[in-house]
């Protein structure tokens, strides 16, 4: 049997401190190393830690000598420390409470029964030891960290000096409802940019931006606040204050709705004798839109600018006034379009543009450096309009003009016709939907005689007949740069038969297939022979 040791031999030098009330009572307690070689000393399954090999290896430990010294130290632990803490806590909570019968606080007995440190051993013990706590529960400090970044991100933006793993933890924790202010110069994540889009709009298609995330959003973005803006009511600030956010980002701008101001001194009841002047868009307020020159001058990048000025979706509200394109707005915007030296794609469609304002806006275009496409489709151009388009396709670098769906007769075409013997860079013309008749229809086969940089022309619906079909037949067989015509709801004829059969021979009944000779399709002939 191992010598044993006195207790203070085991426990090493006792505290100094005056004994408290329950250390005059009980004894003193333990010092801290005292307690922490104590608890050393508990089995491991009273620690919840592994088991030891054996209880031999407690030699090894400081001042360990024997099982039984640990036995006196373990009964000394609850004696000394555990038993007064229990009796202090005890003694704190009976205080609290009244005495039985009566409403004053009595003090209780000093010293508590057994059931009751034993439940209070119980409970205290299930907390200083629980089992389920492990070290791995605590987040690192780095971890901490970024949390606080990302909470204190829109005061505190940091992000570049941090390392590539952290920032892309930070990037992918940030809230896409953070102002443009902080994320629009700072951020150029694209996933960042994609939570942005797709949690804003269903249908997200980049292919269309560029393939860039971060243009889709500005350019959407941009949209949508000036689909929104009513003049004189919107704040102006809300498209100024985005400006230089979105600068270096905005490429394309398609804005198919433009609201007029609010008419506070609209009558609630109209003169029924008023709606037919309406239905010309007589006797109607003049109301103007949003200048966008300070926008579009602003916006170093711009390429492509689509615009339709009117309402959507005005329902019951419908009035003629809210689809004016006034005079003041074309002003305006043939001032913005001549200073926007970028722009290579210009659509003004649905805007009620006549004559005037097409030459307002073709004067302004003139010699433009960079303008290719050119689409004022679905307007109210007439002959005068048309004739300054012909003097537009000689004074720029057009290759694609639409003028589908207006009001051109054969006056128009003989002046587009004109400028079309002398071009040399317009590619695809579309003048569907209009009223060239024979003598605009034949004015323009023969400019295309010495046309030799034309590829594709659409002549649909223009009133055209046998006369133009057999003029187009000469064209056919010595232009060899047209590689699609469209004569779809004309009265062509036997000619138009014949035409048809000249690049179809022996199969008259497959109209806009290709001929193995020239590469031709020849569209929508046959059903349309009358």
């Known amino acids: 049997m191992p010598q044993q040791l006195p207790l203070q031999e085991c426990m090493g030098p006792q505290q100094t401190a005056p004994p408290t009330l329950l250390e005059q009572q009980c004894g003193p307690a333990p010092g801290v190393r005292d307690i922490w070689s104590a608890r050393a000393r508990l089995p491991c399954w009273k620690r919840g830690l592994p088991p030891r090999p054996s209880v031999a290896g407690l030699q090894h430990w400081p001042s360990a000598a024997s099982a039984a010294q640990l036995e006196n130290v373990v009964v000394t632990l609850k004696q000394f420390f555990l038993l007064p803490l229990l009796k202090e806590k005890w003694v704190l909570s009976r205080m609290q409470q009244p005495a039985a019968g009566d409403r004053s606080t009595a003090v209780p007995s000093l010293y508590p029964s057994q059931a009751s440190l034993a439940a209070d051993s119980y409970y205290t013990y299930r907390v200083i030891e629980d089992p389920e706590w492990s070290l791995a529960t605590v987040p690192h400090l780095t971890e901490l960290c970024l949390q606080h970044i990302v909470h204190n991100f829109e005061k505190n933006p940091i992000l570049d000096c941090l390392l590539p793993e952290h920032q892309r933890k930070v990037l992918d ?84 709705q433009f609201l007029p101001p609010v008419q506070m001194d609209q009558k609630e009841e109209r003169d029924d004798l008023s709606n037919t002047g309406s239905d010309f868009g007589f006797g109607e307020v003049s109301v103007h839109h949003y200048d966008l020159g300070v926008l579009i001058t602003a916006l170093p990048h711009l390429e492509e600018l689509h615009l339709t000025y009117g309402v959507k979706d005005c329902g019951m509200n419908f009035e003629w006034n809210l689809f004016n394109f006034t005079h003041q707005d074309c002003c305006n915007l043939a001032v913005a379009m001549k200073m926007c030296h970028n722009l290579k794609v210009f659509k003004l469609t649905r805007s009620k543009v006549d004559d005037d304002k097409t030459r307002l806006l073709v004067r302004n275009l003139l010699d433009h450096p960079c303008l290719v496409e050119l689409n004022l489709s679905h307007n109210l151009i ?98 060899t740069s047209l590689t699609s015509i469209n004569f779809s709801c004309n009265h062509l004829g036997l000619t138009g038969l014949q035409l048809r059969e000249l690049f179809h021979p022996g199969k008259p009944t497959q109209p806009g297939k290709w001929h193995p000779g020239r590469g031709l399709p020849v569209l929508g002939l046959l059903p349309l022979l009358r």
């Open 382 to 479: 007439r002959d005068k309009g048309a004739q300054a388009v012909g003097k537009l396709i000689n004074c720029s670098r057009l290759q694609t003009l639409d003028l589908c769906n207006n009001q051109i007769r054969h006056l128009g075409a003989q002046a587009l016709a004109r400028a079309l013997a002398e071009n040399s860079t317009l590619i695809s013309l579309n003048l569907r939907l209009n009223c060239v008749e024979d003598k605009g229809g034949e004015a323009i086969g023969r400019a295309l005689l010495t046309n030799t940089t034309l590829k594709s022309i659409h002549l649909g619906s223009n009133n055209l007949s046998e006369p133009t079909a057999m003029l187009f037949s000469q064209v056919l067989a010595q232009n």
């Open 173 to 256: 924790r940030l809230s896409t409802g953070l102002p443009l202010a902080v994320t629009a110069n700072l951020i150029s994540d694209e996933d960042y940019w994609k939570r942005c889009c797709t949690e804003r709009w269903q249908a997200c298609d980049i292919s269309n931006y560029g393939d860039s995330w971060k243009q889709m959003f500005f350019e959407r973005h941009l949209e949508n606040i000036l689909k929104c803006f009513i003049p004189n009511t919107t704040d102006p600030n809300q498209v100024l204050e985005l400006i230089p956010l979105c600068k270096d980002y905005v490429r394309k701008l398609e804005v198919d």
